[in-house]
C-alpha cells in the first residue's frame, strides 16, 4: 500500500465479493471443482464468518488459468499446484528487488549528500600537493663552496 488510508467500501483485484455459484458461473467451471481445488490448495477464497467461500477477481482469474493449463496444456493439478507456488514466489521476489533497489538507490542519495558536505568543509586556504614527475631529467643541486 502506499501510505494512504483505503477506503473500505472501495473494490479491489482482491476483494472477496463472489459466492461460489457466481464464481463457477465467471470461471466456466463447476461449484465441485472450485470446491477441489479449494480442498487441493490451487485456489484458496476467504471466507465468511459462516465458513462460506468468497471469491475475488484475481481468484476468478487463477480458476481460469488453472483450467486452461489443465485442459489446454494438460498438466496435472500436482503441477499446476507446483507452477502456481513458483510464479507466486517470483512475485513475492520481485517485490523484495524493487523494495531492496529502493533502498540502495536512496543510500546512493545519502552517501553522495554526506560526500558533498565533505567537500564543502574543506579549507579554501590550503592548496592540494601534485606530484610532478619529469620525463627521464635529473637534477643535482651542489651548493656553491666558499671561497677561503
Do not use: C, F
Amino acid at each position: 500500500m502506499d501510505g494512504r488510508r483505503r477506503n473500505p467500501y472501495e473494490l479491489t483485484d482482491e476483494s472477496p465479493v463472489y459466492v461460489i455459484s457466481v464464481a463457477a458461473q465467471l470461471s466456466g467451471l463447476h461449484p465441485q471443482t472450485l470446491r477441489q481445488y479449494d480442498r487441493l490448495g490451487l485456489v484458496s477464497p476467504d471466507r465468511t464468518a459462516g465458513r462460506g467461500r468468497r471469491y475475488s477477481a484475481r481468484d476468478i482469474e487463477l480458476l481460469r488459468t488453472v483450467q486452461q493449463l489443465s485442459q489446454d496444456e494438460g498438466i496435472n493439478l500436482a503441477g499446476i499446484k507446483r507452477i502456481i507456488e513458483l510464479e507466486n514466489q517470483v512475485a513475492a521476489l520481485q517485490a523484495r528487488v524493487a523494495e531492496l533497489s529502493t533502498a540502495v538507490d536512496g543510500a546512493a542519495a545519502a552517501l553522495q549528500q554526506r560526500e558533498a558536505q565533505v567537500h564543502a568543509s574543506y579549507r579554501r586556504d590550503l592548496v592540494p600537493y601534485q606530484d610532478v614527475q619529469q620525463a627521464g631529467a635529473l637534477v643535482v643541486w651542489r651548493p656553491k663552496r666558499p671561497r677561503d
